[in-house]
């Protein structure tokens, strides 16, 4: 299956501070993007779909001025959480489709753990 | 109504048993159907698609049945290896890009010697 990267895989950052997660798509082309939060003993919540060389469509409830997405290339999306505080400590997951309609595999990053003090 | 429901578990069963998870999901349009294996910490990974003929992949069974909106996964001799969470998932009807996916909450499996 196709090789989606994350990076970091874990960051400790105090409050206040911004964070960017990368998340690249290593063998394929990825038009689309999604950003999934997840919390302990919770399942994945989708936050954003981040579409190359578009504004990213968020979902409801989640702020777009606070976590910043940037899908420059085909193979590279961005988040960022701004002014990080405690509560948005989580694991990150970006994850990618490859765009053939229904039935896709999504293929997951390994997630970002956001530990923030 | 949560649109896609689990049974959270945990399931505790021994090596070699048959256990069987179940899953609802709430939009009859839904068309892609999946179960994903989640390690403890780790991203999620396709276990496998769920097509309305049923399907196996060597000890797992998934079943599909549209008319009850119901999704089901086997898993038979039990390896001390699935012990995992088992994440059932559908696509979003309603959604403009059809990759969009609802996760379930996951199903707990711990399997012990």
């Known amino acids: 299956g196709a090789v989606v990267s994350q990076h970091p895989s874990w960051v400790i950052c105090k409050s206040g501070t911004s964070v960017k997660i990368e998340c690249r798509s290593l063998d394929f082309q990825a038009t689309t993007m999604f950003w999934y939060r997840q919390f302990p003993k919770q399942s994945l919540m989708l936050m954003a779909t981040s579409n190359e060389g578009s504004k990213a469509t968020y979902e409801q409830g989640v702020e777009k001025d606070k976590f910043l997405i940037n899908h420059a290339s085909l193979t590279l999306s961005t988040l960022t959480v701004t002014s990080a505080h405690p509560e948005d400590s989580s694991f990150y997951i970006c994850?990618?489709?490859?765009?053939?309609?229904?039935?896709?595999?999504?293929?997951f990053g390994p997630g970002t753990r956001l530990t923030v003090l | 109504r949560k649109e896609v429901e689990q049974d959270p578990g945990p399931f505790n069963v021994p090596e070699g048993a048959t256990v069987a998870f179940n899953c609802t999901y709430s939009n009859s349009a839904s068309q892609s159907f999946f179960w994903y294996r989640q390690d403890c910490r780790k991203e999620p990974k396709l276990l496998m698609s769920v097509y309305s003929s049923g399907n196996e992949d060597g000890r797992f069974t998934a079943q599909l049945n549209r008319a009850s909106q119901y999704i089901s996964l086997l898993i038979r001799d039990s390896k001390l290896s699935d012990s995992a969470t088992y994440l059932c998932?559908?696509?979003?009807?309603?959604?403009?890009?059809?990759?969009?996916?609802?996760f379930g909450t996951g199903t707990r499996l711990q399997v012990f010697p």
């Open positions: 998932v559908v696509n979003d009807p309603l959604a403009d890009n059809t990759d969009k996916l609802i």
């Open positions: 994850s990618a489709g490859s765009g053939q309609g229904y039935s896709n595999e999504q293929f």
